[in-house]
């Protein structure tokens, strides 16, 4: 019978394949995100009962946000939002469901996108994969600098 993680040889550690294929490097908890996540502040709007209300994001992904909040929200709780994506001239409408919240700095609360266009989706994974890219630049230039010193 095959195993159900495979290990991968790396460099600095050993990390596994899933039977689902996705790479983590603990054998026991593998990671399940289908899309790359970054750092990125976005606005967002959230709809209740008795208006909005606002909050700011500690990161972003086209499969939820997380969302920066000194109060907890009910898991499994639905939400409806508007995020404002600087350079996006019109707001990303979004519902989604809160998936856990998180009390330790930064504190706030995970929504995992239930409701959201398409093109709303391939647009907040284009913004996330710029922003890495610029970051991954940034480090590289960043590393060159400090190599360059010992010349």
Known sequence: MR????????FDKELYAGEDGLV???Y???ERRRYDRAAIRVGVRVKTETGY???SSDNLSAGGIFLLSK???EEESELEMELFIPS????????????????QEPSGFAVRFTEI??????????????YLAKQDLQESIERAYELSKSF
């Open 3 to 10: 195993p159900a993680y495979l290990p991968l040889v790396t």
């Open 24 to 26: 983590t490097d603990d």
């Open 28 to 30: 026991k908890y593998p």
């Open 53 to 55: 209300k606002h909050f």
């Open 71 to 73: 109060e907890t929200m």
């Open 88 to 103: 996006v001239s019109l707001p990303i409408k979004a519902k989604g469901e809160i998936v856990w919240n998180q009390r």
């Open 117 to 130: 266009g398409e093109n709303s989706r391939k647009l907040i994974g284009w913004v996330v994969k710029r």
